[in-house]
C-alpha cells in the first residue's frame, strides 16, 4: 500500500517550546487529515486540509498542505503536558477510495 | 452527541475461539470504516462499507476475517479462527458521506489471543 514518511518518530521536548512535524508522501495527495491518539483511545481529528497551500489553525495547531501536495506540515505552538500523544498524518489521492496513514510522531512534553 | 462505540473495549481469548468485534457509528455517517493497529504496521484499513454495502475488502487479512453491516447502525468484523497474530487493536471509524470525508474513530478494542 501506499507509504507515508512521518518524522520526527519521537520528540522529547520542554513545556513552553514549539514542535514542528511531517509527512511526506510518494504520490500526489487531494486531502491531509492530522489526528492525535492518547494512550488507550482512538486516533481524534485535530486538521482537515483539502487544498495545496492550504494553511489552517486550530487553537495552538496549525497544519499545512504543501504545495507540492506530496506533503503536510503541523505544528503546535508553546506546548504543554496535554500536547502528549501520538501524532498521525493520513492522506488520500485521486486513485482508490482509502486514506494512509503515517507511522506516527510521539511527542514526550517535558514540564 | 455520541461518538462512534465500539465493543468489547477488550478481549482475551484463546486461540482457535471465534471472536465478534462490535461497531456503532455515528447517527447519520454512511460510510464505515475497519482498522487494526501494530506497532509493526501502524494503522491498516481492513474493509470499508458504504451505505451498508462492502466496498473495499483487500485488507482484509485471510479468509478467517469477515465483516458485516445488517443495517446503518451496527457493524461485526469476525475472526474465526484465531491466531496469536491477530493480536492488534481493532478500530472502527466512520465519516459522513462517501470515502473521502474524514473518519471520526471510536476507542478501540483491544484483542489479546493467547
Known amino acids: 500500500g501506499q507509504q507515508l514518511n512521518q518524522s520526527p518518530q519521537s520528540m522529547f521536548i520542554q513545556e513552553g517550546e514549539d514542535v514542528s512535524m511531517n509527512c511526506t508522501s510518494s504520490?500526489?495527495?487531494?486531502?491531509w487529515l492530522w489526528y492525535k491518539q492518547d494512550p488507550g483511545e482512538g486516533p481524534v481529528l485535530l486538521i482537515a486540509?483539502?487544498?495545496?497551500?492550504e494553511l489552517t489553525s486550530n487553537g495552538r495547531l496549525t497544519a499545512q498542505f504543501g504545495i507540492t501536495r506530496k506533503d503536510s506540515f503541523l505544528n503546535i505552538s508553546a506546548s504543554i503536558p496535554s500536547d502528549v500523544g501520538i501524532y498521525f498524518c493520513?492522506?488520500?489521492?485521486?486513485?482508490?477510495?482509502?486514506?494512509?496513514f503515517g507511522t506516527g510522531t510521539s511527542l514526550t512534553v517535558i514540564p | 452527541d455520541a461518538g462512534v462505540i465500539q465493543s468489547p473495549r477488550h478481549e482475551v481469548t484463546e486461540m482457535g475461539q471465534e471472536v465478534t468485534l462490535r461497531c456503532k457509528p455515528i447517527?447519520?455517517?454512511?460510510?464505515l470504516f475497519w482498522y487494526r493497529q501494530t506497532m509493526m504496521r501502524g494503522l491498516e484499513l481492513l474493509i470499508y462499507?458504504?451505505?451498508?454495502?462492502?466496498?473495499?475488502d483487500s485488507g482484509m487479512p485471510e479468509d478467517r476475517f469477515s465483516a458485516k453491516m445488517p443495517n446503518a447502525s451496527f457493524s461485526t468484523l469476525k475472526i474465526q479462527p484465531s491466531e496469536p497474530r491477530d493480536s492488534a487493536v481493532y478500530f472502527c471509524?466512520?465519516?459522513?458521506?462517501?470515502?473521502?470525508?474524514?473518519?471520526?474513530f471510536g476507542d478501540g478494542t483491544r484483542l489479546s489471543i493467547l
Open positions: 471509524a466512520s465519516s459522513l458521506g462517501d470515502s473521502y470525508q474524514p473518519q471520526h
Open positions: 504520490s500526489i495527495f487531494n486531502t
Open positions: 486540509l483539502y487544498k495545496a497551500g
Open positions: 493520513a492522506g488520500q489521492g485521486n486513485t482508490g477510495n482509502q486514506f494512509y
Open positions: 447517527s447519520g455517517h454512511n460510510s
Open positions: 462499507f458504504n451505505n451498508n454495502v462492502p466496498i473495499d
